[in-house]
């Protein structure tokens, strides 16, 4: 398994950008795609974006589509979640995950090891 720890959470008004990181220990890191979800209190997890293991294919939730983009570097064994345009809907707690396998896969069964979490809340 690998270990994950998230940072980069915070407060913005709405229309507003962060920046979330990843940092993932181990030596394979390379191999694992790498996903984002996010999840508010009372609700399921859900899917965000996801990355493939070498960082040519991403693939994102109609709900963020053309305002965050996911990107991974492997040197640094991170992957990152740039949000942009941000609205009030998108807070939430996000959690970095990484799967045991090189491509992208959208639901919380597919991934194996799991962040803590870090807060990500928009104010109108």
């Known amino acids: 398994q690998v270990q994950l720890v998230e940072s980069g959470g915070g407060s913005v008004q709405a229309g507003g950008s962060l920046r979330l990181s990843c940092a993932a220990s181990g030596r394979t890191f390379s191999s694992y795609a790498m996903g984002w979800f996010r999840q508010v209190p009372g609700k399921e997890r859900e899917f965000v974006a996801a990355i493939s293991w070498s960082g040519s294919s991403a693939y994102y939730a109609d709900s963020v589509k053309g305002r965050f983009t996911i990107s991974r570097d492997n040197a640094k064994n991170t992957v990152y979640l740039q949000m942009n345009s941000l609205k009030p809907e998108d807070t939430a707690v996000y959690y970095c995950?990484?799967?045991?396998?090189?491509?992208?896969?959208?639901?919380?069964?597919?991934?194996?090891?799991w962040g803590q979490g870090t807060q990500v809340t928009v104010s109108s």
């Open positions: 995950a990484a799967r045991g396998s090189p491509w992208i896969a959208t639901t919380t069964q597919d991934f194996g090891s």
